[in-house]
């Protein structure tokens, strides 16, 4: 059985902190420009930066560019990876 542990491994890291369950929790009800994310969340612009990487790294965040923004949604099929190998995980 040949399973992808480094996949795994960035998509359980990308739940592994509270500013990106944060972030996580802000996206749920739809699209957010990088701007109005730093305004919310009272960080700088580069420790946003670095947990949107990680986030869009797992695929469970898209990223949308319009000029020099960027949008950001949550990505419905990293999350579901995400949750159908947890399922999988309940099975044994």
């Not at 949308?64 to 399922?87: C, M, P, T």
Request: glycine share 4%; charged share 25%; with cysteine.
């Amino acid at each position: 059985m040949n399973k992808d542990y480094d996949t795994e491994a960035k998509i359980f890291k990308a739940f592994c902190d509270p500013n990106r369950l944060r972030i996580l929790d802000i996206l749920k009800n739809g699209e957010h420009c990088a701007c109005r994310l730093l305004e919310i969340l009272d960080v700088s612009q580069s420790t946003l930066s670095h947990h949107m990487k990680i986030l869009s790294n797992a695929n469970v965040v898209h990223v949308r560019k319009d000029g020099k923004w960027s949008h950001y949604s949550l990505s419905e099929e990293g999350l579901q990876y995400a949750i159908q190998y947890l399922q999988k995980l309940k099975e044994y």
